[in-house]
């Protein structure tokens, strides 16, 4: 077994081991780590949207940010590039959060759902599977977003340096931000804990490259689902965790922050593994390109904390209680825009001079 593999492994154990240790110590359950839950609490949190049961400063994900931010450094990986078809990631990270916020929950979510029994999250991750899929088709005809290019070194600190600002905000509670009361904003594991713990899923994400939909995709398209191994390690490690812990509910109905409505569970993450296959990782694999000083995926964060806002400033996203019927116009709005998107960003071809072909 290769150093690689053993690392996914172990990233993936801890992980899962983690996820439930923060919903012990107070996170929701079956969310103990959520990228897209806890972006849409952080939007909440900084008044984005008036959602009020999903307020609160995470600080999962500055923890995360950081910690993959010391990694790179110490690897010394991180560089400052973008320009990579910025507003079109923005774009597409605005709509995939609508699409998870449909299912309610990121890919890595879907995982932890699943390894707490909730069974919809099964029907979720092949409609996940079905996005890749469809995004692989478009990647086969050539589409692209383009290269990155070198920046000054300074751009790629800005991303790091804003998710340490959300730190100083949360401890220092100024009055202009928003902490729910009740709901599952208002459930959260001590902060310095949460803290830890996203540093630790940072240099551990960092490290090993951990992404799901990117392991979704290079099992189909490269036959090399090596990635794929970090996902498994957190499946098992939170179901043992769950089991020890009684935590553990299989079925459908009941489920926390979860509905039941299975064809909207598939289509909202058909769009979410749709996009994160166009922007080349899930917002897991966004956040530590990001601390490593991507620029266009700091944009790409940009674009699903607008997306998250929009979502319940509108009334889009799902509940407990199902999708609404602005949630599920907003996901086949989404599709057909990921449709365009995939379809004019394949290359022009060029014949006698002229451009002919579909592309921009």
């Not at 993959?68 to 010394?76: D, E, G, V």
């Not at 899929?133 to 692209?144: D, N, R, S, W, Y």
Request: glycine share 16%.
């Amino acid at each position: 077994m290769s150093k690689q593999r053993i690392l996914l492994i172990a990233a993936g154990g801890t992980i899962g081991i983690l996820a439930v240790a923060l919903v012990a110590l107070g996170n929701p359950a079956n969310m103990g780590y959520c990228i897209a839950c806890f972006l849409r609490d952080i939007s909440g949190g900084l008044g984005f949207h008036r959602a009020a049961p999903v307020q609160y400063i995470r600080p999962e994900i500055p923890g995360l940010v950081l910690g993959a931010f010391i990694a790179s450094l110490a690897s010394r990986e991180f560089r400052a590039v973008g320009g990579s078809s910025t507003f079109t990631r923005f774009i597409l990270g605005f709509v995939g959060m609508i699409g998870m916020l449909v299912f309610l929950g990121c890919p890595l979510r879907a995982v932890l759902r699943l390894a707490g029994g909730d069974l919809n999250a099964a029907v979720a991750l092949v409609g996940l599977v079905a996005g890749v899929v469809i995004g692989i088709a478009f990647l086969k005809t050539g589409f692209t977003l383009g290269r990155a290019v070198p920046q000054q070194q300074g751009n790629g600190y800005l991303f790091p340096a804003l998710m340490a600002g959300l730190l100083v905000l949360l401890l220092a509670q100024p009055a202009f931000l928003f902490f729910s009361a009740e709901g599952p904003g208002s459930m959260r594991a001590p902060v310095l804990i949460a803290l830890a713990a996203g540093l630790v899923v940072g240099i551990l994400a960092q490290r090993s490259r951990l992404c799901m939909v990117g392991g979704i995709r290079d099992l189909i398209f490269f036959r090399d689902g090596h990635l794929l191994y970090g996902f498994a390690a957190i499946f098992v490690a939170a179901l043992l965790g769950n089991l020890a812990v009684g935590s553990f509910n299989l079925g459908f109905a009941g489920q926390p922050v979860a509905h039941t409505d299975g064809l909207w569970n598939f289509l909202g993450m058909t769009l979410a593994g749709w996009t994160a296959v166009l922007l080349g990782g899930c917002p897991l694999r966004q956040l530590v390109a990001g601390a490593e000083g991507n620029t266009d995926s700091a944009v790409t964060i940009i674009g699903l904390l607008a997306g998250a806002a929009v979502a319940h400033n509108f009334g889009l996203a799902a509940s407990p209680n199902g999708v609404p019927m602005a949630g599920q116009v907003a996901v086949i709005i989404g599709l057909m825009v990921v449709f365009v998107i995939a379809v004019v960003n394949r290359p022009v071809a060029v014949m006698g001079g002229v451009s002919v072909g579909k592309g921009n």
